[in-house]
């Protein structure tokens, strides 16, 4: 067992290329709260970054097929925090989604992120059929369906989509037919438009604002607006460290948060965008690696189901800002101010660290 928690066996790019994310997150915070009210976010942040590298190391040293061996009680424990949440979470903007815990909040559904991974896992990987029938889906989807549910009731529709891509790569992976995926893909359009109205209005409001800002440019479009002004004013080299003009005049809104892709091509320009897009896109071919060297069907299932997700927060955080997706709260991961959401990430790469220490187990 010593071999295997070496620290030289590590994923040591992986390692550090999450932390040059995250330093540049703690820059753009600092730039954007500095002579603010949240102008203690960076420092928190650090603090946040600090605490998900001890995270990472703990997960990685726990034999992941133990931790799949526990996943009955963890969904039991996740489901039961989730109905904690509605029933005595603390409230902010309408919404309870984070449940006070020795002084300090936490959003319960980013943790629920890692159950589901580890599920999708033992699922597909105790399956008696070389490929994914009908009743598996649908045990498999069912289960995935009810954190959704709680989630969506908080409510938090960004994050309950999020769990979507982890379900999604696993059952491809397993070997989804095509009719299946023609079947899903049917049923999908067929309850699109009654899922329409049972949206909330403010989440109507997001998606009319996201065909045309321009219907409400003072409301519901103001902040996608503001995001493509920040976004285009950066120009090549971006106007400097706390020099952005939409970002330092508070004509973007929540810039250390959702809008810090904005923020950060305001201050740093297509150049620095493009840096950052570089890394990201490392940080995803090194957990695709691992994936490939994984000892078993079940390390590959747990490091494609942590790069789906990252994949999906990037797509549709940095859509988002660019007016391409609809507004919907989902952070930039390792960038963003937050501690439930960096926690669970460091989580989740300490996941894939666990698979790489194992890569060489028969």
Same mark, same amino acid.
């Given at each position: ?9 590590l994923?040591w790019a ?7 994310i995250c330093a ?7 730039s954007?709260?500095?002579? +603010?009210k949240?102008?203690?976010a960076w ?7 600090v605490i998900?590298?001890v995270? %990472?190391a703990?997960i990685?040293s726990?034999d992941?097929?133990?931790? %799949?061996?526990?996943?009955?009680i ?5 489901l039961? $925090?989730?109905?904690a949440?509605?029933?005595?979470g603390?409230k902010?903007?309408?919404s309870?989604?984070w449940?006070?815990v020795?002084?300090f909040?936490?959003?319960v559904?980013?943790f629920v992120k890692?159950m589901?991974?580890? $599920? ?5 990987t105790e399956?008696?059929?070389e490929?994914?029938?009908?009743a ?9 369906a009810?954190?959704m549910?709680l989630? %969506?009731r908080?409510?938090?529709l960004?994050?309950s989509?999020?769990?979507l891509p ?6 491809f ?22 899922g ?13 604002s996201f065909?045309?800002p321009d219907?409400?440019p003072?409301?519901k479009g103001y902040q996608?607006?503001q995001s493509k002004?920040?976004?285009?004013a ?7 460290? +706390?020099?952005?003009t939409q970002?330092?005049l ?5 810039a250390?948060t959702d809008f810090?892709?904005?923020?950060f091509a305001?201050?740093?320009g297509?150049?620095g965008?493009v840096?950052v897009?570089?890394?990201y896109?490392? $940080?995803l !071919? ?9 000892p078993?069907?079940a390390g ?6 942590v *790069? ?9 955080n940095?859509?988002?800002v660019? *007016?391409r997706m609809p507004?919907?709260?989902?952070p930039l991961?390792l !960038?963003?101010?937050g ?7 460091? %989580?989740?790469l300490g996941?894939v660290?666990?698979v790489?220490l ?5």
């Amino acid at each position: 067992m010593a071999h295997y928690l070496s620290a030289r066996d590590l994923d040591w790019a992986l390692i550090i290329i999450t932390v040059v994310i995250c330093a540049l997150g703690i820059l753009q915070i600092y730039s954007a709260t500095h002579d +603010t009210k949240w102008d203690d976010a960076w420092w928190k942040q650090i603090a946040f970054v600090v605490i998900g590298l001890v995270l %990472m190391a703990i997960i990685a040293s726990i034999d992941y097929h133990s931790l %799949m061996g526990q996943v009955p009680i963890l969904y039991l424990a996740g489901l039961v $925090l989730l109905l904690a949440v509605l029933l005595i979470g603390t409230k902010v903007f309408g919404s309870r989604r984070w449940i006070p815990v020795l002084g300090f909040t936490f959003q319960v559904s980013e943790f629920v992120k890692l159950m589901l991974i580890l $599920l999708a896992a033992r699922f597909l990987t105790e399956m008696r059929s070389e490929t994914l029938e009908l009743a598996d889906l649908l045990r498999l989807g069912g289960l995935f369906a009810l954190p959704m549910v709680l989630v %969506m009731r908080q409510p938090d529709l960004g994050t309950s989509l999020c769990y979507l891509p982890i379900l999604a790569s696993g059952v491809f992976l397993a070997g989804l037919r095509w009719k299946y995926v023609l079947a899903i893909a049917l049923v999908a359009i067929v309850i699109l438009w009654p899922g329409y109205y049972m949206l909330k209005d403010y989440q109507k409001a997001r998606l009319a604002s996201f065909l045309d800002p321009d219907l409400d440019p003072q409301g519901k479009g103001y902040q996608v607006i503001q995001s493509k002004i920040a976004v285009g004013a950066g120009g090549m080299w971006g106007q400097g460290v +706390t020099r952005g003009t939409q970002t330092q005049l508070r004509f973007l809104p929540v810039a250390h948060t959702d809008f810090i892709f904005s923020a950060f091509a305001e201050e740093h320009g297509f150049v620095g965008v493009v840096a950052v897009l570089a890394l990201y896109f490392m $940080l995803l !071919m090194q957990i695709v690696q691992n994936a490939q060297t994984a000892p078993d069907r079940a390390g590959m299932y747990i490091c494609m189901g942590v *790069g789906a997700l990252l994949l999906f927060h990037l797509l549709v955080n940095v859509g988002m800002v660019v *007016g391409r997706m609809p507004v919907t709260g989902i952070p930039l991961p390792l !960038m963003s101010a937050g501690g439930s959401n960096t926690l669970s990430t460091f %989580m989740m790469l300490g996941l894939v660290n666990n698979v790489r220490l194992r890569r060489f187990v028969n």
